[in-house]
């Protein structure tokens, strides 16, 4: 039989691998789908090409995915073509619409209210339990509670299975965990509510316990596609396999180069071992990366071949792009204004803000972008979080500190504790401590929050160390409240401030992938190589993020003139130029004999063991004279301040102490001998180079 016209241009938009996905109406199929590869493009025209050839009634066809965003595009675009009456839902969306339909006539009055969210319910069963917490650990148990009913872990299996599964809530053992689990459990039964997990459980009860039910939704539901499959869920998976009744009408899409939510319960190998259940599967692979230049595309392979993901080898179909930029910088105030800088530059080459990214790990990490990109008037959205002086922790630690500031500048006495002392004493009473949290989740983030604003403290206290009056609270207060004003104007567009994870599904002309070392790319507390590898796959999935212009950085330090501790991230070896890094550990002895000597760093000057941390920063004792002119320092130290008042910004955000001391010291005569300084780099020099040069001339 002839095929229509419009059957035959469905077909002539695709090229050979998206074709084969389209002309594999039947039986069991597997796409495997490189980022950027087309893949929605793939499956909808897969469905639309079965609708026009008359092989699927669209009434019985469900697609299903894991976001509304993503299922109102799939339903646009089935639209656009024909297929309008096919239902294109959410897992939960779907399964919300038979409980509501099907409830009644089993069970008889209305299914349980869905609630808004877990938290009052779960505040409430802590309570009963004796159990002290605040949101951040409440969020914290709510996120345990979602992953075991997505899992199938039952409260009384938690204890036994968390350990195993690297499960846990910071401050609550394993066992309180489940108790609170179990009272949850009842205090939702006894109020008639349901929480979205329920909305599937339910559901799978529906079809697994009536056959009424499951023999009309097989009857409405004959051909199924699942979107992002290697995100399914063991009661995902479960639903589908009810859905399906014994039937082999499936085709499932994903990339398991792309699976960085095996924490809330997401599983590959469902994705991976889809032939094992399914032998006579048919298998395509979307290999061809539309979105980014073969340089992108060429840096996001290889850092996946350093791990063990079984995934698809992109292959470039764009023009050929600018080089991927690598730089390394002495702290996270230099790494955030040079990509501030280099924004800048972007913009003013034409590249819309709206079509950059700052990317990076954990929430906590944004707030030194924000500050370089407000600073230069560059406006900013913070995707998938608040902005980091809107967060809940960080608004009331301000608050606190106002208070305490108050409080002595009432009392007319100046406090005998140090600006970081105090801060810290502060944040103390708020339950924050030195040490970091174990595990993930929002307990983890709060810290970090928190943290964030004793560093900010820290750098505080050595810019104003030679001031007048020195650094005192209230004068603290002042610049964090400075900085909030300047980060809180509105924006029309901007550039997208986003973790790693929230940039799943996105795309940007220009990528800056940022805080890309060790501690942070892997996380810290990514324990064990399973662990490691998502750490890995997360990387993967920022970098594919870039159409064009891609970067990838990391610092050294934390602050301003702090030890250089870190390293770049491993996933980054044979990648990346050599550094600064890589240069130290490869002198004289080797950073392997280094490490087993473990000597004290020693004074350049006199040889003693240096015993202080600022001492090994300076590379001299305290009691040795100064290696530097005092003069030409005290000069830099001026026109610093000078620079900085010009710019409203903190002196340490123009230069550290330590990089003055260094051009005091080296006194280099020529821009090249400048950039070799550390705290210098390209976007530093281009705008201080004429003053520094004339300053050491």
């Not at 924006?491 to 997208?496: C, F, P, R, Y």
Request: hydrophobic content about 40%; charged content about 25%; some cysteine.
């Amino acid at each position: 039989m002839t095929q229509p016209t419009s059957a035959d241009d469905l077909l002539a938009a695709l090229d050979p691998e998206q074709r084969a996905v389209a002309l594999a109406l039947r039986g069991p199929v597997r796409v495997l789908a490189g980022a950027g590869t087309g893949k929605t493009r793939a499956v909808t025209h897969r469905i639309a090409y079965g609708v026009a050839t008359g092989v699927y009634d669209p009434r019985h066809v469900l697609a299903v995915t894991f976001t509304t965003r993503a299922a109102g595009e799939m339903r646009g675009r089935l639209r656009a073509m024909g297929a309008g009456g096919v239902q294109a839902r959410t897992f939960h969306s779907a399964a919300l619409r038979q409980v509501r339909w099907f409830w009644p006539k089993v069970y008889g009055g209305e299914p349980p209210q869905l609630i808004d969210s877990k938290i009052p319910l779960l505040a409430a069963a802590a309570r009963r339990q004796r159990l002290d917490v605040d949101q951040a650990r409440l969020r914290d148990l709510a996120s345990e509670v979602e992953w075991a009913k997505v899992s199938n872990v039952r409260a009384d299996d938690y204890p036994r299975l968390a350990p195993e599964r690297g499960r846990e809530v910071g401050g609550v053992d394993a066992a309180t965990v489940a108790r609170v689990m179990t009272s949850y459990e009842d205090i939702k039964r006894d109020q008639g509510r349901m929480d979205m997990e329920d909305v599937l459980l339910c559901a799978a009860a529906l079809l697994s316990e009536d056959e009424r039910v499951a023999a009309e939704v097989r009857g409405q539901y004959r051909f199924f596609t699942v979107d992002e499959y290697q995100d399914l869920s063991p009661i995902q998976s479960a639903l589908l396999d009810l859905w399906l009744g014994g039937r082999d009408e499936l085709c499932v899409v994903g990339d398991p180069a792309q699976t960085i939510y095996s924490f809330a319960g997401a599983r590959a190998d469902y994705l991976l071992d889809f032939t094992r259940r399914h032998p006579a599967a048919a298998t395509v692979e979307l290999y061809r990366s539309y979105r980014s230049t073969p340089q992108v595309v060429d840096t996001a392979n290889r850092v996946l071949a350093g791990g063990g993901t079984r995934s698809v080898r992109l292959e470039a179909q764009r023009p050929t792009g600018p080089e991927v930029s690598w730089r390394e910088a002495p702290d996270e105030v230099a790494e955030a204004e040079a990509v501030a800088e280099r924004v800048a530059t972007l913009r003013d080459q034409g590249v819309p803000l709206s079509e950059m990214a700052v990317l990076f790990r954990i929430n906590a990490q944004s707030e030194a972008f924000e500050e370089a990109l407000a600073a230069r008037g560059l406006p900013y959205v913070v995707r998938g979080a608040a902005r980091f002086f809107d967060r809940q922790e960080v608004k009331q630690a301000i608050a606190l500190l106002r208070g305490e500031g108050r409080a002595a500048d009432r009392g007319g006495e100046a406090s005998a504790a140090g600006l970081v002392d105090q801060v810290v004493g502060v944040l103390s009473g708020t339950g924050w401590s030195r040490e970091a949290p174990t595990g993930r989740g929002q307990t983890r983030d709060r810290w970090e929050s928190l943290q964030a604003l004793v560093s900010q403290a820290e750098a505080f206290a050595r810019d104003q160390a030679d001031e007048e009056g020195g650094a005192t609270l209230p004068g603290f207060v002042a610049e964090l409240d400075r900085r909030a004003h300047e980060q809180h104007a509105p924006v029309a567009e901007g550039v997208t401030l986003a973790t790693l994870h929230a940039a799943k599904g996105l795309e940007w002309d220009a990528v800056f992938c940022c805080g890309v070392h060790e501690g942070t790319m892997p996380i810290v507390y990514a324990e064990g190589p399973t662990a490691v590898e998502e750490e890995r796959r997360l990387l993967y999935v920022g970098l594919t993020r870039a159409r064009e212009h891609l970067w990838v950085s990391w610092s050294l330090a934390r602050n301003p003139g702090g030890q250089a501790r870190r390293s770049p991230s491993r996933f980054l070896d044979g990648l990346r130029p050599a550094s600064a890094t890589d240069r130290t550990e490869t002198s004289a002895r080797g950073a392997a004999k280094r490490k087993r000597s473990r000597k004290a760093a020693s004074c350049k000057q006199c040889q003693r063991p240096l015993t202080s941390a600022r001492e090994r920063n300076r590379g001299w004792c305290e009691d040795c004279p100064v290696p530097y002119d005092e003069e030409l320092f005290e000069s830099l130290r001026t026109w610093r301040k000078e620079r900085a008042e010009a710019e409203q910004v903190p002196a340490y955000v123009v230069f550290s102490d330590a990089t003055l001391e260094a051009l005091a010291e080296v006194r280099p005569t020529s821009r090249a001998a400048l950039h070799g300084i550390n705290g210098i780099g390209p976007a530093k020099l281009d705008k201080y180079a004429d003053d520094l040069l004339g300053l050491l001339g």
